[in-house]
């Protein structure tokens, strides 16, 4: 039996193409997003991905209230789990600082999602009509990530992140760094959606004949129709597949599975590897 163990977290139903529909700041406003108006006086910035904002002086409530930007994820400056990188660190935070220095400005927040786990409010930064954190990532500042939610225009950020890296910007810039932040990608269950990215398999495949023993420990995309949904405990859900195929589905991303029923075709993406003598 064939598997495939899905760690990462784009789940996109082949017939559900909403999802990758580019968005506009009206499409957002249309969807329910809230802006906030952002006066640059009245901001701090930690890092390349988080500062603080006065929401006072724009007349909200509290007197200062920390900003996590959506979909992104720049190098520490602090030594973290994930370890200090003032190299590419610092460049992020300048290019936040400089952007939030050019008004008008406004932080879109989504009615679904407006806070993570550490009460910061989550939001994609308009700087003139400039979406800052998609050019934190096309700049090579950062990283893509959707821990939190998937973009609208998915398609969008996957393209500005595979050309930062095509084109050696920032943390993409040297074989090291290269090497570094594709492993954080990998233990988040993602990869450069590039071509010259060996763990990057650019050609869709079909469950109905696929050999993953080909692809170990590489991401693939993975057509196929859904023959049943099996829950292994709390912690794992199983998609069998035609001919096979198992793909393993993680607790944290279950949340994010749309109601497959049998027969439905479907598309799934994540690593392929070998375990107690089973690809997975």
Partial sequence: ??????????????????????????????????????????????????????????????????????????PELNQSHKGQDLEFGLPARDFLQDRLQNGPLQLWVSPRFPRDRYQRTLGLLQAEDANVNLLLIGLGHSLFDARYQLPSNFDSYVDAEARAYEEKRGIWSTYASRRRYLKRLANEGRTVYSKTNRRYVTKLQKAENVDLARYDKRFIKLAGRLERRVSKGSYIELLLLENGVEVVVRQKYQDRLPSWQFGDQILVEGFVQKYRDKWQ
């Fill in 1 to 74: 039996m064939q598997k495939i163990y899905l760690i990462g977290i784009c789940l996109v139903c082949l017939l559900s193409p909403k999802l990758l529909i580019a968005e506009s700041w009206t499409d957002l406003r249309n969807s329910g997003w809230e802006a906030k108006p952002i006066a640059p006086s009245m901001v701090k910035v930690v890092d390349g991905d988080t500062f603080y904002a006065d929401w006072n002086r724009n007349n909200y409530t509290e007197s200062e209230e920390k900003i996590r930007l959506l979909f992104v994820d720049t």
